[in-house]
């Protein structure tokens, strides 16, 4: 086996090649995904993921497995470098010494991949620095690195926007807490979308319709290259504010007369039940799940944006089977976190050490 570097003039990241056939690797992420998605108990309102139940049962599924972090930078540092929160020190904000990105020394394993020869391409989030993505990727890249959702800025998609003859959308109906005031509207937490003139807006012209038309314009052009390939596709989704298209009317419905409020969002609201952490109250009023309504609209968006991540992860798989390289491709699917999806008055993640977001 032969000395091999990421940096061969610094002499960084070194590694050996061995002589075995290399697979073609297909890395899916998502932002955000409750337990009970993957691990539903009795009563907890399940997608429908019929793609990745097919993955699931063609593969290994790791049913205990946990994050490094409850927040999405430090979590996603954590897997592409191997390293614990507490080396990478990256965190969602740059305080105490802290900073956002990962440090430019840091490597993360797609550069091994890139420099023992893979093509490497990213498309959708990437939340640790993009200037380390181009270099694990390379100038082609896609990546994105913001705190407000995509569909706002990212010029990519509003071209992809107007290609599906959308000029602009708006909420025909929004999800909001309570303000902390107790009066108001409070955080937006997304909701159903029409086009800006009142008309259907197709499941077809979603951010996770683009991200995926990305990757598969991305596999396409690599069909005539003879090297592995190492495909990452990040989805925003189903990290809240949810933008549920039009389509998925009936399902909406079939999903309301399911849903049941989890009991330990009245117990939280009640008082009652054994005390949690002082920061679980702090998020509790900052949130603002104090009406049921909120709750159902939440749960029910939840589950759906899912399984539209779901029919956007057939295409990818559809596309690989097509081509024959389904039953020799590492296929990888997986999330940063988890989100207390209204349990204890909670949404998101972050500062709570939960199992439902570790």
């Known amino acids: 086996m032969n000395q091999n570097y990421i940096d061969g003039l610094r002499g960084r990241g070194a590694f050996t090649l061995g002589d075995r056939k290399r697979p073609n ?6 932002d955000m995904v409750p337990r009970e998605f993957y691990l539903p108990t ?16 063609d593969g290994l599924f790791f049913s205990n497995a946990y ?22 020190s990256n965190g969602e904000r740059a305080h105490d010494g802290h900073q956002v990105h990962v440090r430019e020394d840091d490597t993360i394993y797609p550069e091994y991949l890139k420099a023992s020869g893979y093509r490497t391409r990213h498309f959708g ?9 181009m270099a694990a990727f390379g100038e082609n890249d896609h990546p994105w690195d913001r705190w407000s959702p995509p569909w706002y800025d990212d010029d990519g998609y509003r071209e992809f926007l107007a290609q599906n003859g959308i000029t602009g959308f708006r909420f025909s109906r929004e999800i909001h807490g309570v303000a902390p005031s107790g009066r108001g509207k409070g955080n937006f937490m997304g909701g159903w979308v029409e086009t800006e003139n009142g008309k259907p807006f197709t499941k077809e012209a979603t951010y996770p319709a683009y991200t995926t038309a990305l990757a598969l ?26 933008f549920i298209p039009s389509g998925y009317e009936q399902r909406e419905r079939e999903l309301r007369a399911l849903v049941t409020i989890p009991e330990s969002w009245e117990t939280a609201l009640s008082g009652r039940g054994r005390p949690l952490p002082t920061v679980y109250a702090r998020y509790q009023k ?54 207390m999806n209204c349990r204890n008055a909670l949404v998101d993640k972050g500062a709570y050490l939960n199992p439902r977001v570790l």
């Open 25 to 30: 690797i297909l890395f899916i992420s998502f």
């Open 217 to 242: 314009a991305g596999l396409r052009a690599r069909e005539a290259d003879p090297r592995p390939f190492y495909f990452e596709v990040d989805y925003f989704e189903p990290h809240q504010p949810f």
């Open 286 to 339: 900052y949130w603002g799940l104090s009406e049921r309504q909120t709750v159902e609209d939440y749960l029910v968006a939840n589950v759906l944006q899912y399984e539209i991540l779901d029919e956007n992860v057939g295409k990818l798989l559809s596309y690989l089977k097509a081509q024959d390289l389904y039953d020799e491709c590492l296929i990888v699917a997986t999330a940063d976190h988890g989100e």
């Open 42 to 57: 009795e009563g907890d309102l399940a997608p429908r993921t019929p793609n990745l139940d097919a993955l699931r049962r």
């Open 67 to 88: 994050a490094a972090s409850p927040l999405c930078s430090p979590s996603r540092a954590a897997l592409f470098t191997g390293r614990y929160s507490y080396i990478t």
């Open 125 to 133: 989030k990437c939340h640790i620095g993009t200037a380390k993505f």
